[in-house]
């Protein structure tokens, strides 16, 4: 599984972005729970630039999961988590089934 967790790391989950444009990024509670979780595209506004509310995007509640491949990601999120992962409404990445 080719996945990259960001923790306590802006600096190394910017530069992924940076050089990752057409890859995956799973924001999700650092607890790993999937209640609230989305699955995005790396270039999508939600997960990119200013982060709301002036927050960090992988210090405090929030962590990053990325990879390059989509499958590489629900495959991430079945052995941590044992669900797919939502995808996100705005930048709408393919679904497991498509």
């Known amino acids: 599984m080719a ?57 405090g509640d929030y962590v990053k999961v990325c990879a390059d491949q989509l499958a590489d990601l629900d495959e991430w999120a079945l052995d941590q988590v044992g669900n797919p992962i939502q995808r996100c409404g705005t930048c709408r990445p393919a679904g497991p089934d498509d």
């Open 3 to 59: 996945a990259d967790e960001f923790r306590d790391n802006d600096d190394s989950y910017l530069d992924w972005l940076a050089g990752h444009t057409d890859g995956y990024v799973i924001n999700i509670l650092s607890s790993h729970n999937p209640t609230t979780a989305k699955v995005h595209r790396a270039s999508c506004r939600t997960i990119n630039g200013v982060p709301a509310r002036g927050d960090t995007w992988t210090t």
